[in-house]
């Protein structure tokens, strides 16, 4: 079931659907029938008045001329994201349910996306990850024949040589062999590192085996969450390409595990957990 404005005559009140894939958090609005203006003071409104459980993203589902809806993804800072590969997968579900279809297709900033429904599992292909320094961005006048391994300008502590993916959105990848530095402390400060104008997703990876990942997320403009579906595509190209894992592993997360399939086209395709959490009724009468 679609979110829609309660009644279109009275514009006080509007419906906003709660889930999470694998424990990171979404509140849904459809703004398809409402002139509500979804921006950064609409989302502080919400978090600052407290009339919703604080969320990782808040995701705007909007019409679309070429696919079956268009969604733009907010941090809870108010900033935009390009991409959220575990937000597609509820919101693909809704659709998918809705239309009573097995495949869609979900305009986002710089992609389209492509879900379907097999078995009960939701299939999000992410697309072909970007490996070019310049177009993930890095910094400019940072030259590298391979984005890699490259070493981090200025790091807040010890750390590994990381590699840079971009899934639609930018990602920073450390794989670790023993203790991890406390994510939590310098997780914003590798986001906002002069390497990375557009900042970054921040993830630590530890390698179990050539097919299971265990990873910790710092999601840009978010912090920390339970599990990010895009930084599980990223640190899956890297691994892949780095050695250490196969092309198809799973993505062990707080939140719970994402299999990523990083096919031979060199499309992206992922599954994980989605559950829908409930639904609230929000007044926004003193919204201005």
């Given at each position: 079931?679609?979110?829609?404005?309660?009644?279109?005559?009275?514009?006080?009140?509007?419906?906003?659907?709660?889930?999470?894939?694998?424990?990171?958090?979404?509140?849904?609005?459809d703004s398809?029938?409402?002139?509500?203006?979804?921006?950064?003071?609409?989302?502080?409104?919400?978090?600052?008045?407290?009339?919703?459980?604080?969320?990782?993203?808040?995701?705007?589902?909007?019409?679309?001329?070429?696919?079956?809806?268009?969604?733009?993804?907010?941090n809870i800072d108010g900033s935009e994201a390009e991409m959220c590969g575990n937000a597609l997968r509820c919101i693909s579900s809704l659709i998918l349910n809705k239309k009573d279809i097995k495949e869609c297709h979900i305009e986002t900033i710089k992609r389209n996306v492509k879900c379907w429904k097999n078995n009960e599992k939701i299939f999000v292909d992410i697309g072909?990850?970007?490996?070019?320094?310049?177009?993930?961005?890095?910094?400019?006048?940072?030259?590298?024949?391979?984005?890699?391994e490259i070493?981090?300008?200025?790091?807040?502590?010890?750390?590994?040589?990381?590699?840079?993916?971009?899934?639609?959105?930018?990602?920073?990848?450390?794989?670790?062999?023993?203790?991890?530095?406390?994510?939590?402390?310098?997780?914003?400060?590798?986001?906002?590192?002069?390497?990375?104008?557009?900042?970054?997703?921040?993830?630590f990876a530890k390698v179990i085996d050539n097919k299971n990942i265990k990873l910790n997320v710092w999601e840009r403009g978010a912090g920390i969450t339970q599990a990010c579906g895009s930084a599980a595509c990223a640190t899956a190209v890297a691994s892949a390409s780095l050695g250490y894992t196969k092309r198809e592993v799973n993505i062990i997360l707080p939140g719970g595990n994402i299999e990523i399939n990083w096919q031979n086209d060199d499309h992206i395709v992922m599954t994980g957990p989605y559950e829908f959490d409930g639904e609230d009724i929000v007044n926004i009468s003193d919204y201005k």
């Open positions: 079931m679609m979110t829609k404005i309660l009644n279109t005559a009275d514009k006080s009140s509007i419906k906003l659907i709660r889930m999470n894939g694998a424990g990171n958090t979404f509140v849904i609005h398809k029938d409402n002139n509500i203006k979804i921006n950064k003071n609409f989302i502080n409104y919400l978090l600052d008045s407290k009339k919703i459980k604080k969320f990782d993203q808040f995701v705007e589902i909007d019409k679309s001329e070429n696919s079956d809806a268009k969604v733009t993804f907010w072909k990850p970007i490996l070019s320094w310049n177009e993930i961005p890095l910094k400019e006048n940072i030259t590298m024949k391979s984005t890699l070493d981090l300008l200025s790091p807040p502590c010890d750390l590994p040589k990381f590699s840079a993916v971009n899934v639609g959105n930018p990602h920073a990848v450390f794989f670790f062999d023993d203790k991890t530095p406390n994510l939590l402390e310098v997780g914003k400060s590798i986001e906002e590192n002069e390497m990375f104008p557009m900042k970054v997703n921040v993830s």
